[in-house]
């Protein structure tokens, strides 16, 4: 077994994308937690530009029924979606922060994650304007990535990492 130097460390290095989920909802403890992460990821220029918007219930059947794939959260019960401002140059950029902090947030307390682009076009798409109206999101704000959070049924191997990704000088 690795021996990891902190626990920080251990949650990213045994952090893996979880694609099945018990019916356990999450607490509001655990919900406050992850969000915490997101809400104090940072951000460039400190603009805090993104925004985050967690669903689950009916909020979260109606988006999956609008898309047509109830299957995208795995069984899980909470799905939190990123809008950022579309007119600052690195929305992208705080969004990938923002789900990476929330993904590692996730595995620190016991819980499972899978960061999932698969909604992207439905929520920038000819339904973009119906969901950001429901979920109180400004116009010039534009979805950009989503998480699925929740109690993992079973463990996930880690896979092998292609080798000469790292490259010191």
């Keep these: 077994m690795t021996k990891y130097t902190n626990p920080t460390m251990e949650a990213i290095l045994t952090r893996r994308s979880i694609r099945a989920y018990s019916d356990e909802a999450l607490t509001a403890e655990e919900l406050k937690d992850i969000l915490d992460s997101a809400e104090w990821a940072p951000t460039a220029r400190n603009e805090q530009e993104t925004m985050f918007i967690s669903l689950e219930g009916p909020a979260l059947d109606e ?43 996730a595995k620190s307390i016991g819980l499972g994650s899978v960061i999932v682009g698969c909604i992207r076009e439905y929520l920038r798409g000819s339904e973009a304007d119906k969901w950001k109206k429901k979920f109180g999101v400004p116009e010039d704000y534009i979805f950009t990535i989503g998480i699925v959070i929740g109690h993992p049924l079973n463990d996930t191997p880690p896979k092998d990492r292609n080798p000469g990704r790292v490259v010191s000088f």
């Design 63 to 105: 988006l999956l029924a609008g898309f047509g794939n109830p299957g995208a959260v795995y069984g899980a019960k909470n799905l939190i979606l990123i809008y950022a401002r579309q007119s600052f140059p690195y929305f992208e950029i705080d969004s990938g922060i923002a789900v990476q902090s929330m993904a590692l947030a």
